[in-house]
């Protein structure tokens, strides 16, 4: 039932539904009760007394709304046709009118409309039939002839000039891309421009045309908020319209959102609201007589019902009505759905009968030859397996099913689809690895396989668009993509650079910021378009041995797998577990449910956060239940743990956690780092070679030419990162905290260069000669943008007339760092979306693909004087030759000690090769770590921006120990 669960998400009729009808709906209105049996005879009075354009047309459409009517409707409009040949509009409300019931029977009718209105030469009606020919054939299962008629409309829609015709194209093309699970990164960027364009001033049936497939695109990809809100506005359009069709559809979508943010955060007791939402929709298909609707519908509410005798039997009824219907209207795609949905459902009661079913799905699915049918469809048949079958065969159904989603990942043609659509099926890899190791656990596989096999699971959900992107990075030279795309993205570059500038001016006018802000749009989807794509060479995942014979004497690697105990329908899910990796061996423990963790960790935070260790019970209470089974058993050399977080884990600041409650903390035992995946750390400690000596490059608080004071905060909503780059005032304290770095590295063989002002400009950095650069240090403002993660930047003075000094994300990437130790004293440097498997994704990762090796950063905002304090002891520590880990377990130490709370040290964290030593006293050798090829490191991010509250800045204590706590008078705080 999982895989029927997940199918939903890709919903062609949804897309279908809306599109339909793009000119008809727009002009719905309510039929009146009673039905006036003269209605549909005052519509032909009127087409016969005016025949011209589409108006009188659409007056059966909107009688035939009442289903009574419709069987009339459609006898009128035929009769009408054999009278007046010559009028093309009648063909394609009759389309609309039978759409309504059965969509086989709307496709002669559309077809024949979109040869007319070509022969007449009529864009607009050719562009309205070819729209609705296309989803009918798309749903139909002709996908090749769909797409001819996809090119037809964007080749009309251009040449006609007319803007409406032309978004509804892109809406078209982008509907396409989503139906098929191709692209969706760029199906949603056409969407994002149509949606420009198309609100406010565009048509309501161009509106009700674009919601859905924005909704659908947007789930897909992870955005549930935004699905929710394109729902939203077409439920509003489908009201103001009176347009029960959509209002139907419209309340289908909602209950498949629900489900799946279920599936992404799963409450207690969340079935029943969800089986009512599914009833509540079927009422509502039923009553617009839509079979397509309504055999979605009953399968979204045989899924969700139970295994009572009564509720077997409603299931049952249910799934052959979906079939009846599926098979009636010739839609393979609900076909294949029910089947699956119905093999699920019969694996516990009759296994012959669920495996025959599941086997028709999948046959079905290839038949079609659609990659997203066919990763359900697989999916839907390990699920069977793991009711009917042996274990060790229904674990290589499950490997064959992420196989499939593998097809599914690469069709994607950038790096963020590729993640966004991959979260989506996270579970499905937690299930495997989990029923793999429960596997192990019974004796079902020896043991040493079980943790061989769920480890490679695990490797391939973890960090794979930054994996693949650095892999890809060392084999492929800069500038290896075609001279000419090089060329246009540059050109498109200076177009983004030259319009942030333009938005970061305040006294812009509110017109013109909105017109900027449409430009900026299209110009990041352009950009985003001649990036090179993704290279899907064969990527070598780590294996357990490898990573086991990798890791030194005094290291263990911890790697957790947060899924849950069971679905919502009941069936296993794999479970919770951390998997403890040393040079000696692994082994497997059960950890609590991501359901108990979630709640935990955020508990924890808000304790912490209190200052006033309160949090001491709760980090006791995590360790038991994250830990301690594993520290127990891990050998006695083990001095540094190199975890792998997942889920709610990405949020816990283990450095707090302890044995007792009113025990020592974890770093007083082990220095903490955390890494994406066993295969990245590879990555990095692959080369054999320690760092030359290099250069220490610190930019420090960039001077804007005068901005007003103000602060860093959050970005609430899209452009709202350049009002308040422009208010960001300068930063005194940080010119401070460049000398401290200067000072600290004087004598070590990097060499430190400072620029402050109007120096620590981002030309200056993009001039750099960055691969002699061992350390980087940022100390500057950070915007974040939460709703356009592609906007949030580090603020630098810009340098040249060319630049705008936003250093984004995009350009970070870029710098062709080798090797370096990045450490960004700014705001939120570790902040950004979480994606299931992928990791955080925040300005940290980026700079990652630019060649850093580690990070340091905050999971927190910090107090400026206690960033300060940590930051300056950190630098000692690293310039007497300690690792990045070690140098921050050294000065988190110092700071616990000192009495200060856990806020003011346990959420730095490092991430990468925490092990890199890069910097080591003049005229020292280097010393190699045991157990690693490579020496040196990146560390990342210590948040310590000074941000103004209460109207001024609080500066740093002179003194080099301060008594802790100080005084807390709300000010000084680092963070945005």
């Known amino acids: 039932m999982a895989g029927g669960r997940r199918r939903l998400a890709w919903l062609g009729w949804l897309l279908l539904a809306v599109g339909l009808l793009p000119h008809a709906l727009a002009v719905a209105a309510e039929p009146p009760e009673p039905p006036e049996p003269s209605a549909l005879a005052r519509c032909e009075e009127g087409f016969v007394a005016h025949p011209a354009g589409s108006e009188t047309a659409l007056c059966f459409f909107r009688e035939a709304q009442d289903l009574g009517r419709r069987d009339e409707a459609r006898r009128r409009l035929r009769g009408l046709i054999a009278s007046h040949p010559e009028r093309p509009w009648l063909l394609l409300v009759l389309g609309y009118v039978e759409m309504l019931s059965e969509p086989r029977l709307a496709e002669d009718s559309y077809r024949r409309a979109a040869l007319a209105f070509r022969k007449q030469g009529d864009a607009e009606g050719e562009v309205m039939a070819g729209i609705n020919l296309r989803n009918v054939l798309g749903v139909l299962g002709r996908t090749e002839e769909a797409h001819t008629w996809v090119q037809r409309v964007g080749e009309v829609a251009r040449a006609s000039g007319d803007a409406q015709l032309q978004v509804r194209a892109l809406i078209l093309e982008a509907s396409e891309l989503s139906d098929l699970g191709q692209d969706l990164g760029r199906a949603y960027r056409l969407l994002k421009r149509a949606e420009a364009l198309a609100f406010p001033g565009g048509s309501d049936s161009v509106k009700k045309q674009l919601l859905n497939p924005l909704a659908t695109v947007s789930a897909n990809l992870g955005h549930f908020d935004e699905a929710q809100d394109a729902y939203a506005r077409l439920a509003e359009l489908a009201r103001s319209t009176r347009d029960v069709g959509t209002e139907a559809r419209v309340r289908f979508a909602f209950a498949n959102l629900a489900l799946r943010r279920n599936e992404e955060r799963p409450e207690p007791g969340g079935r029943p609201a969800l089986?009512?939402?599914?009833?509540?929709?079927?009422?509502?298909?039923?009553?617009?007589?839509?079979?397509?609707?309504?055999?979605?519908?009953?399968?979204?509410?045989?899924?969700?019902?139970?295994?009572?005798?009564?509720?077997?039997?409603?299931?049952?009824?249910?799934?052959?009505?979906?079939?009846?219907?599926?098979?009636?209207?010739?839609?393979?795609?609900?076909?294949?759905?029910?089947?699956?949905?119905?093999?699920?459902?019969?694996?516990?009661?009759?296994?012959?009968?669920?495996?025959?079913?599941?086997?028709?799905?999948?046959?079905?699915?290839?038949?079609?030859?659609?990659?997203?049918?066919?990763?359900?469809?697989?999916?839907?048949?390990?699920?069977?397996?793991?009711?009917?079958?042996?274990?060790?065969?229904?674990?290589?159904?499950?490997?064959?099913?992420?196989?499939?989603?593998?097809?599914?990942?690469?069709?994607?043609?950038?790096?963020?689809?590729?993640?966004?659509?991959?979260?989506?099926?996270?579970?499905?890899?937690?299930?495997?690895?989990?029923?793999?190791?429960?596997?192990?656990?019974?004796?079902?596989?020896?043991?040493?396989?079980?943790?061989?096999?769920?480890?490679?699971?695990?490797?391939?959900?973890?960090?794979?668009?930054?994996?693949?992107?650095?892999?890809?990075?060392?084999?492929?030279?800069?500038?290896?993509?075609?001279?000419?795309?090089?060329?246009?993205?540059?050109?498109?570059?200076?177009?983004?650079?030259?319009?942030?500038?333009?938005?970061?001016?305040?006294?812009?006018?509110?017109?013109?910021?909105?017109?900027?802000?449409?430009?900026?749009?299209?110009?990041?989807?352009?950009?985003?378009?001649?990036?090179?794509?993704?290279?899907?060479?064969?990527?070598?995942?780590?294996?357990?041995?490898?990573?086991?014979?990798?890791?030194?004497?005094?290291?263990?690697?911890?790697?957790?797998?947060?899924?849950?105990?069971?679905?919502?329908?009941?069936?296993?899910?794999?479970?919770?577990?951390?998997?403890?990796?040393?040079?000696?061996?692994?082994?497997?423990?059960?950890?609590?449910?991501?359901?108990?963790?979630?709640?935990?960790?955020?508990?924890?935070?808000?304790?912490?956060?209190?200052?006033?260790?309160?949090?001491?019970?709760?980090?006791?209470?995590?360790?038991?239940?994250?830990?301690?089974?594993?520290?127990?058993?891990?050998?006695?050399?083990?001095?540094?743990?190199?975890?792998?977080?997942?889920?709610?884990?990405?949020?816990?600041?283990?450095?707090?956690?302890?044995?007792?409650?009113?025990?020592?903390?974890?770093?007083?035992?082990?220095?903490?780092?955390?890494?994406?995946?066993?295969?990245?750390?590879?990555?990095?400690?692959?080369?054999?070679?320690?760092?030359?000596?290099?250069e220490a490059l610190v930019l420090a608080d960039p001077d804007r030419s005068g901005a007003p004071a103000g602060t860093t905060v959050v970005a609430s909503s899209r452009g709202g990162v350049f009002g308040e780059t422009a208010s960001l005032g300068a930063l005194p304290e940080a010119r401070r905290e460049g000398r401290t770095v200067e000072e600290a590295l004087e004598g070590t063989d990097v060499r430190p260069r400072l620029l402050v002002g109007t120096e620590a400009s981002e030309q200056a950095l993009k001039d750099s000669r960055l691969d002699g650069v061992r350390i980087l240090h940022l100390a500057a403002h950070a915007v974040v943008d939460v709703e356009a993660p592609e906007r949030s930047a580090l603020v630098l003075a810009p340098g040249s007339p060319q630049e705008d000094g936003l250093l984004q994300p995009r350009e970070i990437a870029e710098l062709r760092l080798r090797d370096a130790l990045v450490v960004l004293s700014s705001c939120r440097g570790a902040s950004g979306a979480l994606l299931a498997g992928e990791g955080v994704l925040s300005l940290a990762r980026a700079f990652f693909e630019s060649g850093a090796h580690a990070v340091v950063a905050s999971l927190w905002p910090m107090r400026d004087a206690e960033a300060a304090w940590l930051l300056e002891r950190y630098y000692r520590h690293l310039a007497s030759g300690q690792g990045v880990a070690s140098a921050l377990r050294s000065a988190q130490l110092e700071a616990q000690q000192d009495g200060q709370p856990a806020a003011a040290w346990a959420g730095v964290v490092v991430m990468g090769d925490a092990a890199l030593v890069p910097v080591r006293r003049a005229g020292t050798a280097a010393v190699g770590v045991p157990g690693q090829g490579a020496t040196w490191a990146l560390a990342l991010l210590v948040c310590v921006l000074v941000v103004a509250i209460g109207g001024g800045w609080w500066r740093r204590s002179k003194r080099a120990a301060p008594a802790w706590p100080p005084e807390d008078r709300g000010e000084g705080r680092r963070g945005g």
């Open 275 to 694: 089986l009512r939402l599914a009833r509540e929709a079927l009422a509502a298909a039923r009553k617009a007589g839509s079979k397509a609707f309504e055999a979605q519908s009953l399968r979204m509410v045989a899924e969700l019902l139970g295994d009572s005798p009564e509720e077997r039997s409603e299931a049952d009824e249910h799934l052959r009505r979906c079939l009846d219907l599926a098979l009636e209207a010739k839609l393979p795609e609900r076909r294949i759905a029910c089947l699956w949905t119905r093999a699920e459902r019969l694996a516990g009661v009759d296994a012959i009968a669920a495996e025959r079913d599941a086997d028709a799905a999948l046959a079905l699915a290839a038949e079609h030859d659609n990659p997203r049918y066919l990763a359900s469809a697989w999916r839907a048949r390990s699920m069977v397996a793991f009711r009917t079958r042996p274990l060790p065969e229904a674990l290589r159904q499950a490997e064959r099913a992420l196989d499939a989603v593998e097809v599914l990942r690469q069709l994607q043609k950038d790096a963020s689809s590729q993640a966004e659509l991959f979260s989506g099926w996270a579970n499905d890899y937690h299930r495997l690895a989990g029923r793999t190791l429960e596997a192990g656990e019974t004796s079902a596989l020896p043991p040493r396989e079980a943790l061989e096999r769920a480890f490679a699971v695990s490797e391939r959900l973890r960090a794979r668009t930054l994996f693949e992107a650095l892999v890809a990075s060392r084999a492929l030279a800069v500038g290896a993509d075609a001279p000419e795309r090089g060329e246009e993205r540059a050109r498109v570059l200076r177009g983004l650079s030259a319009t942030q500038r333009r938005l970061l001016e305040t006294t812009l006018p509110a017109s013109e910021r909105t017109r900027l802000l449409g430009e900026l749009q299209e110009l990041e989807r352009r950009e985003r378009e001649l990036r090179p794509a993704p290279r899907h060479d064969a990527v070598q995942f780590a294996s357990l041995s490898r990573t086991e014979e990798g890791l030194g004497e005094d290291e263990a690697l911890l790697v957790f797998l947060v899924g849950m105990d069971h679905d919502l329908q009941g069936e296993r899910a794999g479970g919770a577990w951390v998997l403890a990796v040393t040079r000696g061996g692994t082994r497997a423990y059960r950890i609590p449910e991501r359901a108990r963790l979630s709640p935990a960790v955020a508990l924890l935070s808000g304790l912490i956060e209190r200052r006033d260790g309160s949090e001491a019970g709760a980090a006791a209470a995590l360790y038991a239940q994250l830990l301690a089974p594993v520290l127990r058993e891990l050998p006695p050399s083990v001095s540094r743990l190199l975890l792998v977080p997942d889920g709610p884990l990405h949020d816990l600041a283990f450095a707090a956690l302890r044995e007792r409650a009113d025990g020592p903390p974890l770093i007083s035992r082990y220095a903490l780092a955390r890494v994406p995946s066993a295969s990245l750390l590879h990555h990095w400690r692959e080369r054999s070679e320690p760092p030359p000596a290099g």
